[in-house]
């Protein structure tokens, strides 16, 4: 074989397997999704969410449901609001601090710190809330238990390094110029960047808001440790244990015991696919904006 | 003025929660896992035996678990990995490069639960069928699965350093007459070694610390495995099963050097990226 023929053969190979592996892909979560809209889409409705109980009474929490998912939607959503409420303020402020305010020095530590916080796997986060509740049980209450705010607490520090990477990253991405607009006009740091950088940054540093939402709604080792059970209604309060989708599906898939259980299993699976799916286009379409605002 | 000082420390206050919070559970992960180093019982915990109704709680089995899995699924991403990143930076038709690309972000936020899920009824009987031995929860199948876990992460971040080697060397390598599947070859890979190594490096990360995927498909027996399709079970599968399942607190001990290990593991991770140096979060 001439080295122009062996050339050829390897320029041909490389495409062949480039293409390969894109489609092998396509195809792999094409089967995923197909496979669950398939089994799925035929029990979405208003009987998948709230069973036999009326709507209304389900929604005010006046009959409980028993076969339906709303406890499980509720209490994910609920998860959702308590952890962004104790993790998005604290992410955007650490975030604006350091791009903003933060020396060289202190940017490289930090940044070690939550790059670190990002990679600790979520069942270590759960293990972290689990050995709290150990802790607090010997030391001050014998009777605390895991619980829905020890459980948001969890997965607020689970999301809390992708808020300060997203906002730093956000307000770092901003063009020379703009970052430097407002000192030039003899703004204070703080009048720079809520007058400037933050109504310039503000779609970059929302559309990682929704990611962290999606990120929290489809956690579910975290929850695993830190007080999710499978039969709970609505919590009560935020001592109460609580459902949620993630873990009902887990739980599901492992104990079904009859073929409407595994019916309603496909269409909670079905239901967070398209939660996470919705929370995903939105950050994406938000970010898109911002990047187009910003070219050039 | 004085408001601007205070907005400043607070801003600063969060920087530090953000950044200690790390450190913070690693103390208490560290202090509860203390006694094993004290009373003698890191012999115990280190062993090969996960026997905890006769005092035996070694965690080996699962570190070796972790590991098999993990790298299993490394071998099967990266190439895959690498040929789909090649594609939509090179040779993908323009109508497709975006597309594609979309499609990967988006695997991002399928949530683990529904591979994990979907894998039970598909995946499973199937592997059950073509080897026709054992239930079909084995090593190979949560390789699988995982392979498709971790595949964006891989891509998104070797792809981030491909877009930049792309910007350079594209119009120097087409004045030189490369194709572009030589191009790829010969200029594009070579050129983005580190981009890939960190890409694999945090694809590791990803694969260590998945829980769902092999708690729900790896069948869970705490033994090193002879074959691919052996049960085998994972340090964090082992914590989710041991916690979840209301054990006697003698065992905790194993659970929280599992923790630790998972832990350190995570900062060999992070301090091999930071060598690494640039920025490759995804």
């Given at each position: ?31 995923v999704m197909g496979f669950l809209i398939f089994r799925g889409a035929g029990t979405l409705g208003l009987e998948l ?186 919590p009560r309060s935020l001592w109460d244990k609580f459902e949620a989708l993630p873990f009902r599906i887990f739980y ?45 | ?272 990226l930071r060598r690494l140096g640039g920025s490759f979060a995804p």
């Open positions: 074989m001439t080295a122009a023929q062996k050339r050829r053969l390897a320029d041909a190979a490389t495409v062949a397997f480039c293409w390969s592996a894109a489609a092998g892909t396509a195809l792999a979560i094409l089967a969410f709230f069973g036999q109980t009326h709507w209304w009474d389900a929604v005010t929490g006046a009959r409980p449901v028993f076969d339906g998912l709303w406890s499980a939607l509720a209490g994910t959503l609920i998860l959702v609001v308590l952890s962004c409420l104790m993790a998005v303020p604290v992410g955007i402020a650490g975030g604006i601090y350091l791009s903003v305010y933060a020396t060289e020095r202190f940017r490289s530590v930090a940044g070690f710190g939550v790059d670190l916080m990002a990679g600790i796997p979520s069942i270590v986060m759960g293990l972290f809330g689990f050995s709290m509740i150990v802790v607090l049980r010997h030391a001050f209450f014998p009777h605390a238990k895991t619980c829905l705010l020890l459980a948001a607490v969890c997965i607020a520090l689970l999301i809390l390094p992708y808020l300060v990477r997203t906002t730093q990253n956000a307000l770092s991405g901003l063009p020379e110029q703009l970052r430097l607009l407002g000192p030039s006009l003899g703004f204070t740091p703080w009048q720079n960047t809520r007058h400037v950088l933050l109504p310039s940054a503000g779609r970059g540093v929302l559309s990682g808001v929704i990611l962290a939402m999606g990120r929290a709604a489809e956690d579910t080792a975290v929850i695993l440790l830190t007080g999710v059970v499978a039969q709970a209604f609505l599901l898939a492992a104990e079904h015991r009859s073929a409407a259980e595994l019916d309603l299993a496909f269409g909670t699976a079905l239901v967070l696919l398209m939660l996470t799916g919705a929370l995903f286009c939105l950050a994406f379409l938000i970010q898109r904006t911002m990047e187009q605002r910003w070219k050039n | 003025m004085l408001s601007e000082i205070w907005i400043r420390r607070l801003l600063g206050t969060a920087a530090m929660v953000s950044t200690a919070a790390a450190f913070c559970i690693l103390l208490v992960l560290v202090t509860l896992a203390l006694p094993l180093f004290t009373a003698g019982g890191l012999g115990t915990v280190l062993s090969w035996q996960w026997l905890p109704f006769q005092g035996k709680f070694g965690i080996l089995p699962m570190v070796v678990g972790s590991l098999l899995l993990s790298l299993g699924a490394l071998a099967a991403a990266t190439p895959l990995a690498v040929g789909l990143a090649c594609f939509a930076q090179v040779l993908a038709p323009g109508w497709i490069k975006s597309p594609c690309l979309a499609v990967v972000h988006y695997m991002t936020s399928i949530p683990t639960v529904i591979y994990g899920f979907v894998s039970v009824f598909v995946l499973v009987p199937l592997m059950r069928q073509w080897f026709d031995r054992g239930t079909g929860f084995s090593l190979l199948t949560a390789m699988i699965a995982l392979t498709l876990l971790i595949l964006p992460t891989i891509v998104l971040v070797f792809q981030a350093t491909l877009r930049e080697v792309d910007r350079t060397a594209r119009a120097t390598c087409a004045a030189l007459g490369f194709s572009k599947p030589s191009y790829i070859r010969h200029a594009l890979l070579p050129l983005s070694r580190r981009g890939l190594l960190a890409a694999v490096i945090l694809g590791f990360g990803r694969a260590v610390g998945d829980t769902l995927i092999s708690l729900m498909l790896a069948g869970n027996a705490p033994m090193v495995p002879g074959s691919p399709l052996d049960a085998i079970r994972t340090l964090t599968a082992h914590i989710a099963l041991v916690v979840a399942t209301d054990s006697q607190s003698t065992f905790y001990h194993s659970v929280f050097a599992s923790g630790v290990i998972l832990f350190l593991i995570m900062i060999l991770i992070n301090l091999a």
